[in-house]
């Protein structure tokens, strides 16, 4: 399983555009991160924003081989629904969309009613699919976005990734939702570093690594398993 990090910054990006701050003046020497979204194996798309064509084109990737989207809630910064228009314009390969009711609901509208090519299927937390050679299980974030947040439990078979953006701590029943599985990496959102949490929707430090160790505690990752911080803010 090949991941690409297309973008690892929070809603604003870090830098903030607008922010004067010295976290901000501090990235402003290295590269911009961009909202978050990640690429699996070139096929699977994980969160689709308003950045991601410029992103996917910055690292080599070519969306004419994706062949899922799978969108974790409604947030712009995670589901921007404009792609699915400019995608019809040059190619009818098929297409699966995941998310949400709030995301399918979102997305619906930017194509024909009756048009066959993109396919969308409503996920829940806890519904599993099997798509284009792998198995997604729908996991209830500590979120919330005009309804229902995702985050998604991914295995191809011989490797697995937990994509957890946008969360918090965990919720009552993660442990059951989780059972069976051994991630291999783990992309965590910490949106909030170093200050103390503004809502309890995102991590800071202190709540990452409580959220890392519990997965650890509960066998869900693995030793080796890698660890990369996602959905990062000033």
């Known amino acids: 399983m090949d991941v690409t990090l297309l973008g690892t910054g929070a809603s604003d990006g870090w830098p903030n555009a607008w922010c004067g701050c010295a976290s901000c003046a501090d990235q402003r020497r290295r590269e911009a991160r961009t909202p978050t979204c990640a690429a699996v194996d070139g096929r699977l798309l994980l969160d689709a924003g308003p950045e991601m064509p410029r992103q ?65 299927v409503e996920l829940t937390a806890g519904d599993e699919i099997e798509v284009a050679g792998y ?24 490797a697995s990734l937990l994509y957890a953006t946008d969360t918090g701590p965990w919720l009552p029943g993660a442990r059951a939702a989780l059972a069976g599985w ?38 869900n990752l693995a030793p080796e398993g890698r660890v990369v911080a996602i959905h990062l803010g000033h």
């Open 56 to 120: 996917a084109l910055r690292a080599g990737l070519d969306l004419a081989a994706v062949e899922v989207v799978a969108i974790t809630h409604a947030h712009d910064d995670h589901c921007h629904p404009s792609f699915l228009m400019h995608r019809s314009w040059v190619t009818d390969r098929p297409l699966t969309v995941l998310g949400p009711a709030p995301v399918i609901e979102a997305c619906r509208p930017w194509l024909a009613p009756d048009q066959e090519v993109v396919r969308f």
């Open 135 to 158: 198995r997604i299980r729908a996991v209830r974030a500590n979120h919330h976005a005009h309804g229902e947040a995702l985050n998604w439990a991914i295995s191809d078979g011989s």
């Open 182 to 219: 051994r991630f291999d990496a783990l992309l965590l959102e910490e949106t909030f570093g170093i200050v103390d949490r503004k809502v309890p929707q995102h991590h800071n430090l202190e709540s990452f690594a409580a959220a890392v160790a519990d997965l650890r505690a509960w066998g």
